[in-house]
């Protein structure tokens, strides 16, 4: 039969002295604006991309992603604008991955 006592008038306000300037410190602190790397689509016409992609013997989102710094749903998106484009070629898919070859 218990449960917890009810704390005394001086615990009370060492609580509330403890509390209080935490709250000013979070509110006075300047927020930053936060990027996040890789959401912006490259260039799907770059000459440059495309001749390292034509160096590559296997093209996977991995591949791509890991290469230009991108996120795996960025180098999928491209890698299917790419095969529309036909500047690469279909080759396999098995459940997870896509495997893709460059055009010749």
Not at 18 to 35: H, L
Request: charged fraction near 35%.
């Amino acid at each position: 039969m218990g449960g917890k006592k009810k704390l005394s008038l001086k615990q009370i306000q060492k609580a509330e002295k403890k509390t209080a300037p935490k709250k000013e410190k979070r509110s006075a602190a300047p927020t930053e604006k936060k990027s996040v790397p890789g959401i912006t689509h490259p260039k799907l016409a770059g000459d440059k991309l495309v001749a390292e992609l034509k160096k590559l013997q296997v093209l996977t989102p991995y591949s791509v992603a890991s290469r230009f710094d991108l996120r795996l749903s960025i180098a999928r998106e491209y890698l299917k604008d790419l095969e529309r484009k036909e500047l690469i070629k279909f080759v396999s898919r098995s459940r997870n991955v896509i495997v893709y070859r460059p055009a010749d």
